[in-house]
């Protein structure tokens, strides 16, 4: 079994910051491309940033600049920090990880359970 945990979601003021986190545990073997994604009521849910196993980056055009993606391999946690927050950044955020499964070297694919991030005054 493996877990996605978040946190780091909350209330914050535009112009604020969050930092969020998300950790992998379980029979993993190895962590692949991780992602952070958000969903903001009535609408699909959208890739904002990605981080391969090597640490490139990408980023969506609506947050490049004001987000950064990074992941720290020996915790199994990628983060996304959120710089410069605007109202239209509301949304539950969610982590995706691409992993080998320790138990028969499967490629598995993970969602976190989502944290909420609202940016009002």
């Known amino acids: 079994q493996v877990q996605l945990v978040e946190s780091g979601g909350g209330l914050v003021q535009p112009g604020g910051s969050l930092r969020l986190s998300c950790a992998a545990s379980g029979s993993i073997f190895k962590l692949n491309a991780m992602g952070w994604y958000r969903q903001a009521p009535g609408k699909e849910r959208e890739l904002l940033a990605a981080?391969?196993?090597?640490?490139?980056?990408n980023y969506a055009d609506s947050v490049k600049g004001r987000f950064r993606i990074s992941r720290d391999n020996a915790k199994n946690t990628v983060y996304l920090q959120m710089n410069s927050l605007k109202p239209e950044d509301t949304a539950v955020y969610y982590c995706?990880?691409?992993?080998?499964?320790?138990?028969?070297?499967?490629?598995?694919?993970?969602w976190g359970q989502g944290t909420q991030v609202t940016v009002s005054s």
């Open positions: 995706n990880v691409d992993f080998v499964t320790a138990w028969g070297l499967r490629d598995e694919n993970h």
């Open positions: 981080i391969t196993s090597g640490g490139s980056t």
